[in-house]
């Protein structure tokens, strides 16, 4: 239950900015709808996690999931409020839809037609996370919205694929479906250097952001990083700053304008980011205080639709030296790079520039089926430990000696 109220919370942030996005008030009550699913699971854990505390140690430890339960909930609320934009016709200025697709990931849409690769086939049968960088939300078939979406999900002409992830994907996705070539939004040609201009920047920051710090988080619990944690808590201080500098940007930005109710949209946005990180600190305080995390937060975020792992980069292996731009990790293996440590410091949210070293220790998310690569990219491999069950990493090098 655990594991699906977090992917369902991540599936209405997703669903929420692809609102935004499209301008689609459907998807905007998808959301809503989907908030309903939520606060049962919500609720059915809260009263499981009451039956199962039988002396003050099981509620120590219980009090751990209980605090998690309610980050994702916040996180669910948040996606409301973000759909609301849409439903309750708030405004949004069209740059920052433009600005929109220019996010470090984005969310997608494409029409399947007859004849293309996708047609009448598995979605299990693409691997899509690793082929193009992006997952499949949701499916629109006909008046249905289906958006618990099985890998053995058959595609047909017609349905409308709704997906996350890195836009450098959308072109080959394009080929797939057998859609026209995609154009992204062109955003003004001058240089927007008004209040307005900058708000819209700094938004674009903030939603970047305010979406690493929720994978840091759950990265935090998983690993039990301290590091990480106190990450989460710098990022949410920028957050803070950045919603003042944008709320005194777009007050001012409102006297040039005919019309500034559109800049409600905006202030929305701005808030719904910072909730975003005010949830993901929720959860790495209990890292953070030392406090007893229950060991069924770790395999519940483990058996999630994204996994998160901690890969060292092994000296001479195919990413030692290597600009994360270059490798294209966010297309294949599929893996989104939340942080490299360092020298003892952490670099969140590496740009393609960042080159990767020897050393260096890769915090990232993604899909399951992609780690094995992942790992053998970095110069190990995945063994399953025969005592705990779980995957070690082995140097590449010894699996070979032992062969």
Same mark, same amino acid.
């Given at each position: 239950m655990l594991s699906e109220a977090k992917d369902t919370s991540e599936l209405m942030v997703d669903l929420a900015y692809a609102a935004v996005y499209f301008g689609d008030p459907q998807m905007a009550e998808e959301v809503e709808e989907l908030e309903d699913r939520l606060s049962d699971l919500v609720h059915d854990m809260r009263a499981l996690c009451v039956l199962a505390v039988r002396s003050p140690r099981d509620?120590?430890?219980?009090?751990?999931?209980?605090?998690?339960?309610?980050?994702?909930?916040?996180? !669910?609320?948040?996606?409301?409020?973000?759909?609301?934009?849409?439903?309750? #016709?708030?405004?949004i200025p069209s740059e920052l839809i433009a600005d929109l697709s220019e996010a470090e990931e984005v969310s997608h849409r494409v029409l399947i037609r007859e004849g293309s690769h996708f047609a009448h086939r598995v979605?299990?049968?693409?691997?899509?996370?690793?082929?193009? !960088?992006?997952?499949?939300?949701?499916i629109h078939r006909e008046r249905d919205w289906i958006t618990d979406v099985a890998g053995s999900e058959i595609l047909v002409p017609g349905d409308v694929l709704f997906l996350h992830g890195s836009p450098a994907g959308i072109v080959r996705l394009h080929q797939l479906a057998g859609a026209p070539s995609w154009t992204p939004p062109s955003p003004p040609e001058e240089v927007i250097t008004t209040d307005l201009g900058r708000a819209i920047d700094v938004l674009i920051e903030m939603k970047n952001i305010s979406e690493v710090c929720v994978g840091l988080a759950y990265s935090a619990l998983v690993l039990r990083d301290l590091g990480l944690a106190a990450e989460v808590n710098h990022l949410e201080d920028r957050l803070d700053e950045m919603k003042e500098r944008l709320e005194t940007w777009v007050l001012r930005s409102s006297s040039e304008l005919i019309d500034p109710s559109p800049l409600r949209g905006l202030l929305h946005l701005a808030q719904a980011a910072e909730e975003l990180g005010d949830a993901a600190q929720q959860m790495v305080w209990l890292v953070e205080r030392h406090e007893r995390v229950h060991p069924i937060l770790s395999l519940a975020l483990g058996d999630a639709d994204e996994v998160v792992v901690r890969v060292p980069v092994g000296e001479g292996s195919r990413v030692d030296g290597v600009r994360l731009g270059v490798l294209q990790l966010d297309i294949d293996p599929g893996f989104h790079v939340?942080?490299?440590?360092?020298?003892?410091? &952490?670099? &969140?949210?590496?740009?393609?520039?960042?080159?990767? #070293?020897? !050393?260096?220790?890769?915090?990232?998310? !993604?899909?399951?089926?992609g780690e094995t690569l992942l790992a053998e990219m970095c110069g190990w491999r995945l063994v399953e430990d025969d005592e705990t069950g779980r995957d070690a990493l082995v140097p590449v090098s010894e699996t070979s000696d032992s062969r």
């Open positions: 509620a120590d430890a219980m009090a751990s999931v209980l605090q998690v339960i309610s980050s994702i909930e916040r996180i !669910g609320n948040t996606a409301v409020d973000i759909a609301h934009i849409i439903s309750h #016709r708030l405004g979605l299990a049968d693409f691997e899509l996370p690793v082929a193009v !960088g992006m997952r499949v939300v949701a939340l942080a490299i440590r360092r020298g003892g410091r &952490y670099v &969140y949210r590496p740009r393609g520039r960042e080159a990767l #070293r020897s !050393g260096d220790e890769i915090i990232a998310s !993604g899909p399951g089926e």
